[in-house]
């Protein structure tokens, strides 16, 4: 598929397959179009060519099964509506109220954050609200959970402790998860394959499939020699894909 | 820190001030033929309540307050909205409206008149069209000003247009139309007054109008105040109204981080 704005290419020839319950992982520069690739994936964005498919049907606006969540949480949350009904909000006229009740603390179970039904968004830290938005999008029991940079705003402890929860999640569920990042530890971290995308207008580079076991573990996975092996070679990738001029 | 409910320092100097005023009218210092005493208003005041002269006057002028605001209301927030999601809209009648927004409404009064005569309908026809301004601006205003990020959840969440507008985006434009809807609360008590004394024989405009006629300064004053209390009145239940809707957007003043 390939995206332009006007006149300028964002996009070039991108053609991604992505597999039934794989966490694949997308990394590059900014302004490689990672962001935009998503947009393509989620269905927020139509292609200016080529064709996207979920299930064999084309996309046309965000399919059924297929959920984004975005950084910048606070923008992404209903700052009036509490925990529990911003979980609740994509489930709302579609469920009775004893079955929405029930999936919306299901949900708020798998995140952590049962203890926080009741609050405002805005009393919670990031890494929390953060949470609440991965939440609403698991309330929605989705085959295919996108993940444009999530955790590109927390700090860096924090954000280990998501990522092991979200790969807990990716257990637990067998959701396919499609998650972008410019943090390529993270990358090699959380995949099963990363996709290094570089460029202007982007393009994918290289695939790279990851072989560490699950489950990972903050400590041991990244000192494997798998991992620091993998961590060269997509940066490697990464640098020449900008022309050995890498800026993230 | 509030030690006390009332801000004594604040009703001493008010009822120096009144007593000031008593004693200059009293002693013939101030030279003015129709300058009533604060004592003979609060007298004047007593006689119109127990007459119930006030009470009748007053609930034309707050039934046509509450009409006209609600319509005002109504319009502006449906003509916001309508401008404030569709561009298209925006770019055939903005224009239009741009004209039409600075006419002050006074100026229209003798049209209605002659259009409506001296009516209840006057009234209103002049309050609406004062009040639907601030409204509708401030509603436009929220709607645009809703983030895209929101569009982007609402689609991702597959909300439909109708659950969208209803579930995010009148909710997140709802600060700025309350705001609109405490502005054109002044504007709708000032035209209702206006209107009463020129376009339509009733109501606390008209009973100020008809006691200056019949030589009354203490009651015309009375009626002054009367005025003056009704607004602030209104003032601090639209307010307490405004709190309990937004009682959810205590974020919009919380300094989160």
Redo the contacts between chains.
């Keep these: 598929m390939e995206l332009s704005r006007g006149f300028r290419r964002i996009l070039d020839s991108v053609a991604l397959d992505v597999f039934r319950g794989e966490f694949l992982t997308i990394v590059g520069g900014s302004g490689t179009g990672k962001t935009s690739l998503l947009r393509l994936l ?3 964005t139509p292609a200016s060519a080529g064709d996207i498919r979920f299930r064999g049907r084309p996309v046309n ?2 399919p ?1 099964g ?3 969540v ?1 950084q ?1 949480y ?3 949350l ?5 925990v529990a009904a911003n979980v609740a ?2 489930l ?2 579609r469920l009775g109220t004893a079955a929405l009740k029930e999936r919306v603390a299901r949900a708020l179970e798998m995140v952590g954050l049962q203890h926080c039904a009741g609050d ?3 009393q919670l830290s990031g890494g929390m609200q953060q949470r609440v938005q991965i939440a ?2 698991l309330a ?1 029991q989705p085959d295919v959970l996108m993940m444009d940079e999530p955790f590109g705003a927390l700090d860096a402890m924090t954000k280990a402790t998501m990522q092991d929860e979200l790969l807990r999640v990716h257990e637990r569920t067998g959701t396919s998860f499609v998650f972008i990042t410019h943090d390529i530890e993270e990358a090699v971290y959380l995949g099963d394959r990363v996709v290094v995308l570089g460029g202007s207008p982007g393009r994918i580079h290289t695939t790279v499939s990851i072989g560490l076991p699950r489950p990972r573990d903050q400590i041991a996975t990244r000192q494997s020699p798998e991992f620091l092996q993998h961590r060269l070679d997509i940066h490697a990738a990464v640098r020449e894909s900008a022309g050995g001029d890498a800026h993230f | 820190m509030r030690i006390s409910r009332f801000n004594i320092p604040g009703l001493v100097t008010i009822l120096v001030l009144l007593a000031g005023w008593e004693i200059l009218v009293r002693s013939g210092a101030a030279k003015f033929d129709y300058l009533p005493a604060p004592s003979g208003i609060l007298l004047a005041s007593v006689s119109l309540i127990v007459s119930g002269e006030l009470f009748s006057q007053a609930l034309h002028t707050v039934e046509s307050i509450l009409i006209g605001w609600t319509a005002a209301a109504a319009i502006g927030i449906g003509l916001g909205l309508a401008l404030g999601l569709s561009p298209l809209l925006r770019r055939w009648s903005l224009a239009s409206f741009e004209v039409l927004r600075p006419l002050p409404a006074i100026a229209f009064l003798p049209l209605a008149l002659l259009l409506f005569n001296f009516s209840l309908t006057t009234e209103l026809v002049l309050m609406i069209y004062a009040s639907v301004w601030p409204v509708f601006i401030n509603t436009m205003g929220g709607v645009m000003g809703v983030t895209s990020r929101l569009y982007d959840v609402s689609r991702t969440l597959r909300l439909s247009r109708m659950q969208t507008l209803v579930k995010v985006i009148v909710p997140a434009a709802a600060p700025a139309i309350v705001t609109g809807c405490r502005l054109s609360m002044g504007l709708t008590l000032v035209m209702a007054i206006v209107a009463e004394m020129i376009a339509n024989p009733h109501g606390l405009g008209y009973a100020v109008i008809s006691e200056l006629q019949a030589m009354q300064p203490q009651r015309m004053f009375a009626y002054v105040i009367f005025i003056g209390m009704l607004s602030i009145a209104l003032n601090a239940g639209l307010l307490w109204v405004s709190r309990h809707i937004l009682r959810s957007h205590r974020w919009a003043h919380a300094d989160h981080a």
């Design positions: 989620g269905g927020l606006g965000p059924e297929v959920v984004v975005f910048d606070s923008r992404a209903l700052q009036w509506r509490t909000l994509g709302e006229g405002q968004p805005w609403r999008a929605l």
